[in-house]
């Protein structure tokens, strides 16, 4: 029997892996979650001799059960490759008595490479399966990483075409240079005045005008998702946490069974939730360490029971955390609401009308093994320059949100319980702000980009990747900037759509 996947705000809209794939939202405006949690055999001394491609085919067949075995390996090859410069994908690295998970060696520099370099792989599949002949038109909202990682991947994809929304002044400059130099002729890319939930909440409107959609359909298009909304982004991010798990066991830090924490530097709440569905399928995991930067809307959460979404929205050092909207948290109260659609659908209409929602006490139990923290900008640059004058371990500002913010779990609880910080990007993609946990009087920064590059490097001693000296010389191929207000009307007029 297949798995199947259903609407946290529709029990009555199931649909397969494929089609939940392709769609991305659901109609009811909800988010696909699986029927059930899969049964899988984790037999983590076997897996610990496994690859990562090999670990991804466990994972990725109990998920999505109406891809064949060789579809399936069909993506994992073609998503896995040398576009990750380091061959273990997902590499542990010990430092002091924390294990970092870095998942920032694919091409973009950021941990969305791991689910979006296979995405694309997913959805012509799934088009195929499904006899859809539309071109497919993903749609994404992207607070800096989503947005260069999903471009790449579908760059030049046969039937696709994608059109990408960023907060024009809530990007780092690197991120903004890797997206207005994409090549491809499908696509698109384009600067909104306005923040990250702007544009996700946009994308969610035209996602869900219906008479948008008719039009599409006549003119032979469909949308999709590239963002974590899509469960296609989530399934992959499962897989490094079974890997991690078995990699430990491999370097002898912990013994099959043993637990351990993951601490996650969290914004749209999609790779904290894969962490969450690892540890329903059989992962050994203590706490899952939910680290928030000054948008700390997921740490009051935890705390009290409420979100509440009305505060001021604060531009960091860590823009893809810049978030008060976390999409994927829909996910997870469905499930501690014990799979009820009806307690998941009016909490979501109460945020979108009021601002805010409360969980029950019994929801509220459910969400024992999570654990709300959050790190300031001072406590984000400390630990930078901390870990790295004792260790010389360099860390961009996401990991150090999560670093900092483990150091003050550990304070708070005393936990000693081996612990893997996810690590979501390389230094390379934040220089500045990586670099001012180091400015002082005598240390000045340089003020280019290139030559900050070049000076983090000396600064450092690690290889500059080559997609960030590529990066310098690049033609710029797009410059659109638009309101928030206008993005119905710019899609519709990258499609040619005539009314
Ligand atoms: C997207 C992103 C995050 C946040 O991940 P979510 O899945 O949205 O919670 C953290 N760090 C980096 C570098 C990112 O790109």
């Known amino acids: 029997m297949g798995l199947n996947y259903q609407s946290t705000r529709d029990a009555n809209n199931v649909v397969t892996a494929s089609q939940a794939i392709l769609q991305g939202l659901a109609v009811d405006g909800g988010l696909y979650v699986p029927t059930e949690m899969p049964k899988l055999d984790l037999n983590f001394k076997e897996l610990a001799n496994k690859t990562y491609q090999e670990v991804a085919y466990l994972v990725l067949s109990a998920f999505l059960t109406d891809f064949t075995e060789e579809e399936l390996m069909y993506c994992i090859n073609g998503a896995y490759d040398q576009k990750f410069v380091d061959p273990a994908i997902a590499p542990l690295n010990k430092v002091g008595n924390v294990n970092y998970l870095e998942l920032f060696h694919g091409s973009t520099l950021a941990f969305k490479d791991i689910a979006l370099s296979i995405l694309p792989y997913f959805m012509t599949v799934a088009a195929k399966k499904n006899k859809v002949d539309a071109e497919i038109v993903i749609l994404t909202a992207t607070s800096g990483d989503t947005g260069k990682a999903a471009m790449a991947g579908f760059s030049d994809v046969p039937g696709t075409k994608i059109i990408v929304f960023y907060p024009k002044d809530g990007v780092s400059p690197i991120q903004e240079k890797q997206m207005v130099t994409q090549k491809g002729e499908n696509t698109f890319v384009v600067g909104i005045n306005g923040n990250f939930d702007d544009a996700q909440t946009n994308v969610k409107n035209i996602f869900n005008n219906t008479d948008l959609k008719e039009e599409l359909r006549q003119e032979g298009y469909q949308f999709s998702s590239a963002n974590s909304i899509n469960i296609g982004r989530l399934v992959p991010q499962i897989v490094y946490y079974v890997y991690s798990y078995a990699q430990l066991i491999k370097s002898g830090e912990i013994k099959d069974g043993d637990l351990i924490n993951f601490v996650v530097p969290t914004g749209n709440f999609g790779n904290i939730l894969a962490g969450y569905y690892a540890k329903q399928i059989g992962v050994p995991i203590n706490q899952l360490v939910c680290a928030s930067n000054e948008n700390n809307v997921l740490t009051d959460f935890f705390t009290t029971g409420t979100y ?38 009016h909490r979501m209409e109460q945020l979108l009308a009021d601002g805010e929602y409360s969980i029950t006490a019994e929801m509220n139990q459910n969400l024992e093994k999570f654990y709300g923290e959050q790190a300031t900008e001072e406590e984000v640059k400390e630990i930078i320059a901390t870990v790295f004058n004792e260790n010389h371990y360099l860390m961009d500002t996401h990991t150090g949100v999560a670093a900092a913010a483990y150091q003050k779990y550990q304070k708070a609880t005393q936990d000693s319980t081996p612990t893997v910080i996810v690590s979501t990007a390389s230094p390379y993609k934040f220089p500045q702000h990586v670099m001012d946990a180091f400015a002082t009087d005598t240390f000045i920064l340089e003020s280019e980009e290139a030559k900050l590059v070049q000076q983090l490097h000396e600064f450092s001693n690690l290889p500059i990747p080559p997609s960030v000296t590529e990066l310098f010389t690049a033609a710029v191929l797009h410059d659109t900037v638009i309101d928030a207000a206008e993005m119905e009307a710019t899609v519709k007029n990258i499609l040619n759509l005539k009314k």
């Open 308 to 345: 509440d979404r009305k505060r001021p929205f604060h531009i960091t050092t860590s823009p893809s955390m810049d978030i008060l909207i976390s999409s994927n948290l829909e996910r997870l109260i469905y499930h501690i609401a014990n799979n009820e659609v009806s307690e998941t659908k």
